[in-house]
Every structure is written in C-alpha cells, then in structure tokens.
C-alpha cells in the first residue's frame, strides 16, 4: 500500500480541525452552556439577548481574510481566479478593519456606516482585531438588524415559507409571455436591471428547474431555491413580469389585473426574502420595477414613497459610495455603479414632476470625465448624464441668480445633448425603429428639462424686453414645450411606450397645459393646434372601448391628477378665446362634464380659479399638485 501524499495528510488533518472547532455562540461558549447552533440560537434568546447571539468564523477563514488584508497592495489576481470571482458569493467579499462595511451575523450581508460613526472609529482604534466585541459593535450598538425572517407575516418555519414561495412561483408559459414585452418594450427606456446578460442566464437556470419538478412538491424543500438570494431573485424575475403585463398587447382590464397580480406575487416574495431587514441587489431592483409599475399605473405617490424606502435600503448595503465598494469584485462594483445611477434616474425625474427634494446624492462615486470627451453617447448614457444634471438643477445654489444659474444650466443641456449619437441629435439620421423611439424619448425627456430651468422667466406675468435672459429663457421655454409636444405625438404613433409611461404623459399634459394658459402661447394657432392633436390622442381610445367594447383603452390608467389636468385643457379648447373680454373672464370650467375623462367631474371644480391671476407655472402646480390629502378631519378618530 503506497504510503499517502502529504497533501492527503494536510487534508484529513484540516478536516480533524474544523470538527474540533467551536459550534457554539460565543455567549454560549463564554457560559459553558448548551448552544443548538442556530441565529439568534434558543439559549440567547430564552435570556433575552439574541442581539449578541454571534458565532466567531473558521479559523481557515480568520487566517484568509488576514492574508487578504496583508495581501491587500499585491500584484492583481490570475485570470483564473478573476474568472473565478466573476459570480462571487457575498461571503467571499472581506473588508478591512478600518472600514465602515462589514458582513453580518451571517456573514452574507452588509451594513454600512460612515468613516464618522462610532462603529468605524471604535472598529478602526481596536487593539485585539479578534475580540467579540469589536467586530459585533453593530449588533451591540442596536445598529444592526437581528431578524432572519420577515416579522410581518404568518410564515415562520422553513415548511411554511416553502408552502408560500410555491404559491406565487412565475410559471413557464408567464415567463416566456411577458417577459419579453419587458426585454423590448420598458427595459430600452427604464434599464433599471443592472445586468440583462446575467438575468438571464439566471432566468434560464429558473425555467430549467421549474421543468425539471424542483419546485413542485410542497413536502421536498429544495435548499437551493429556498434561500434568500434565490428569493429575491423570484422577486426580481415577478417584477419584470408586471412591468412586461402593462406593456403588453392584451386588453387593459386582463392587462391591469395581470400587472397588479405579478406586482403582489413579487411583493410577497420580497417579504419571504425578508427584504427590509436583509437587502440584496436583486432587491433594490425589483423595489424600483414595482416603484416604476405603480407609477406607470397611475400611482405616483405610492411609487414616490416606495422609493425612498428603496434608496434607504440602498444606502444600508453602501450602494450610494465608491468607496464602500473598493473591497468588493469588479464585477460586483461596476453592476453597483450601474444599479446607483439607475436610482439617481428614478429620483431625480420624479423629483422634477413632482418639485421635491430629492434623496439621491452623486457625490459618492467619481464622475467619468471621459464620457462626454469620446461623444457619441447611447441613450441610456445620455439620460444618466442627464439625470445628474437634474440633481444640480433641482438643489439650487443660493450664492448664483436665479437666471444666471437657468442660463448655465441651458447651456449645460445643449452641450450634452451634442455630445449624443447621430441618430439622438437628429432624426433624418434614424435608420431604424429602435432608433426613431430612442430620438422621440430624448426629445420629450430633454425638452421636459429646459422648460423647467426656465421657468424663472415664465413665472413673470410680463416680459421684460430689456433683460437679454429673460427674452433667452422665454424663447427657450416656448419651443421646448413645442417640441415636448410634438415628440409624445410622434412616438405615439410608433409605440405604446408614451402613452403608457407615467413620465411622458406627465411631460405632455404640462407641456399642454402651459401652452395653453402662457399669455405667449395662449393664441398661438400652432400651439392651439397641437393642444387640440393632443386631446385627440387621449380621447381616441376612449371613444373606442366605447364603440368596441373590449378594445384596447390607455386612457383608463391615467391618475385623478391626469384625468383633472386633461379635463382643464379641454375645458379651456371647448371655447374660443373671446379677446374682448376682460382677462378676469373665469373661461375654465366649462363643459368639463363633456370631456369623456373618467367620472364626472363638478361644474364648479375650477369656477373660482383664474388662470390669468397667476403665473401659468403656478397654476399648473395647482392642476398637477393638488391636494390628495383631507386633512380637516385629523382632529378626531371617527
């Protein structure tokens, strides 16, 4: 018999190790009492303590993460290895002590805390890196969760989650339906999905399983679709199946009802995937497709609060940092780049619509000074450029004019919209479908920017012919609400994208509404002409479900905002402006209860409201912003 190699010696002696390391928490282990080995274990939490229910790692993994920090400055890893940890686990992902990022309990997530926290300083000014205390300072600050599972709901044991995830699992033919309207239709426009190429392959590996029967018997749980990550991405894969169901060609009462089935499915599953104590990429995105689903549905508020849950989860696992990102993969890091910027896009045009302050900062990650250098910019690079230079014109800098800043900003605007492909700065260079759509979104989304920095200049009820900014900024707001309006006709005609995407009807709708009160626009023929060509566009396929029935109606989704603002324009277009009348004649309100929007709306809804009384950017807060809120009877329970 050969005698065994002294690889096969260090082998059965590591094994020997390992089975006499400690399986017991350390509170456990510091009583000498028994520990079942599970987090937060039985004995902790009888004692009423799981928060400090911590296991010390492997020694093998204490001596790798020393050797990767002492290696931290060597040269860069082999290709194999790189190839290796191009798909990492969370747990391969090491930070060094002085860090603000740390693994929890279970070491396969993160929380993060800046440099001035008292974790990071208490953790960077520790003399015994290996004492208890000091890596769970978290935990025992109270500034980490402690819940494994998602409190709010009744499945608690393996057995019921399993039960649960089965009964909101996407089946195969859902997936092979709408997920392609989601591939083609939204993502182009919202690329909300950091990595198509590896959903995908991910989405493959689900259809596989499910074929295969993995994810049918309720009695066999299959660990490996049970876990979290696996959860969240079910999560993730039921999210673009609702945002594919409202992009689809079905009519709209089986497309609403599908939309919002997927969006509960995927909700449910966020919950099994206990999403707002253990946050995960595949979270954070799905969070934002059903933020943007709500919102394409109507539901701007609710999408508005959803996202700022959304951006706090974010912030926790560190997204919003370059620098929390240093120790992890590249590959992990350029998708973290990616999914940050898509959120920035989230929120500084809703944002915009809306006149809020936003949550988002882009200070955390380097800017690539390279971008607008080589020119030729994509869409979606464009509209992340032009996202961050949202964020600078909505946080405004008290030390510059208010026009001198609307004039730099024009600028700013002008200069990255020359920096685009051929086809984004003019479309006689569209050679494609895809590339006549992608100048239309541009067109809408980059004219919707310049009439809100200069909307400075049309708040004056006056022009001011001596101020050269004034006359600039004016000019500037007229033609882009021209274009805006002119683009949603245009992409209307060559897709479904416009009139189902909460962003261009909120653009058009403003556009149109100014138009049409803006004493410079007002009694223009062409401005007339395009309010009216609007008004026919939402008011066709209402008159068709009416005429057919069951027909395709984009109208019926419009919120009671939307429906308000198209019921003022066409109050305001029902009647011919009379120019002998004094401009205290109140013309709106008239015939609303003609215009075929929705329910009827009251005589008097705009009786008592002159247009002329205050700037048209005014009075379009007042339609688009009302008050949704009764707030008269918070005085008392009943």
């Not at 009423?48 to 890893?77: F, G, K, L, V, W």
Request: hydrophobic share 35%; glycine share 4%; aromatic share 8%.
């Amino acid at each position: 018999m050969n005698a065994p190699s002294h690889d096969e010696v260090d082998r059965v002696l590591r094994l020997k190790r390992k089975e006499r390391e400690a399986r017991a928490c350390y509170p456990c282990r510091k009583r000498k009492v028994k520990c079942d080995g599970t987090q937060p274990c039985r004995t902790c939490q009888k004692r009423n303590h799981p928060h400090i229910c911590t296991y010390d790692p492997p020694r093998d993994a204490r001596r790798e993460a020393s050797n990767a920090a002492s290696n931290a400055h060597s040269a860069s890893p082999s290709p194999a290895h790189a190839q290796q940890s191009r798909y990492p686990t969370n747990a391969t992902v090491t930070a060094p002590a002085t860090t603000s990022l740390r693994p929890d309990d279970t070491g396969k997530n993160y929380v993060y805390s800046g440099d001035n926290s008292v974790v990071s300083i208490l953790r960077s000014r520790a003399s015994d890196a290996n004492d208890s205390m000091t890596r769970d300072l978290g935990s025992v600050l109270g500034l980490q969760n402690t819940f494994n599972n998602y409190p709010f709901m009744d499945s608690k044991t393996p057995q019921e989650k399993w039960v649960s995830l089965l009964g909101v699992l996407p089946q195969r033919n859902e997936v092979l339906k709408f997920f392609h309207y989601y591939r083609v239709t939204a993502y182009p426009f919202n690329p909300i999905l950091a990595d198509m190429d590896r959903f995908e392959s991910d989405m493959c590996t689900y259809l596989n399983a499910h074929a295969a029967g993995e994810l049918r018997g309720e009695d066999r749980i299959v660990d490996r679709w049970a876990s979290d990550k696996s959860v969240g991405h079910i999560s993730l894969l039921l999210a673009t199946l609702a945002a594919g169901a409202h992009y689809s060609d079905i009519d709209y009462p089986q497309r609403f009802e599908l939309a919002s089935d997927f969006a509960r499915r995927s909700f449910h599953a966020l919950r099994l995937a206990n999403f707002l104590f253990r946050p995960s990429l595949d979270i954070v995105q799905t969070l934002l497709i059903l933020g943007n689903t709500l919102q394409n549905m109507g539901q701007s508020d609710a999408a508005w609060a959803l996202l700022g849950t959304t951006i706090r989860l974010a912030q926790t696992m560190g997204l919003h940092t370059e620098r929390s990102t240093l120790q992890w993969p590249e590959y992990v890091r350029n998708k973290t780049r990616r999914l940050w910027s898509t959120i920035v896009w989230q929120d500084s045009l809703l944002c915009m619509c809306y006149d809020r302050p936003p949550i988002v900062t882009v200070t955390g990650w380097t800017t690539d000074d390279t971008l607008l250098q080589r020119g030729e910019l994509s869409y979606q690079e464009i509209m992340h450029s032009l996202c961050r230079l949202i964020l600078d014109i909505i946080r405004p800098d008290t030390f510059v004019g208010e026009f001198d800043r609307a004039i730099e900003a024009l600028n700013r605007l002008d200069s990255l919209y020359q920096h685009g492909q051929p086809h984004l700065q003019l479309r006689d260079n569209c050679t494609t479908l895809q590339q006549h759509l992608e100048h239309l979104a541009l067109k809408m989304h980059s004219s919707f920017c310049v009439s809100v920095v200069c909307r400075p200049a049309m708040k004056q009820s006056q022009p001011q012919p001596h101020l050269l900014q004034t006359n600039i900024l004016r000019s500037r707001a007229k033609g882009s609400l021209i274009d805006a309006s002119r683009a949603f006709l245009d992409f209307q005609a060559l897709s479904v994208v416009p009139l189902r995407s909460w962003s261009m009807v909120h653009t058009v709708l403003s556009s149109t509404l100014l138009l049409c009160i803006w004493e410079e626009t007002r009694n223009d023929p062409q401005c007339r002409d395009l309010q009216q060509c609007v008004i026919d566009v939402f008011t066709a396929s209402e008159s068709r479900a009416t005429d057919e029935g069951n027909s395709d109606n984009d109208g019926q989704w419009l919120s009671a905002r939307h429906i308000r603002a198209l019921v003022t324009l066409r109050g305001a277009l029902d009647r011919e402006p009379e120019r002998n009348l004094p401009d205290s004649e109140p013309w709106l309100g008239q015939g609303v209860n003609n215009t075929g929007f929705g329910p009827g709306m009251p005589n008097d809804l705009f009786n008592d409201v002159n247009p002329f009384d205050n700037s048209p950017v005014s009075y379009l807060d007042m339609i688009m912003n009302g008050p949704m809120f009764d707030m008269s009877q918070e005085n008392g329970f009943l």
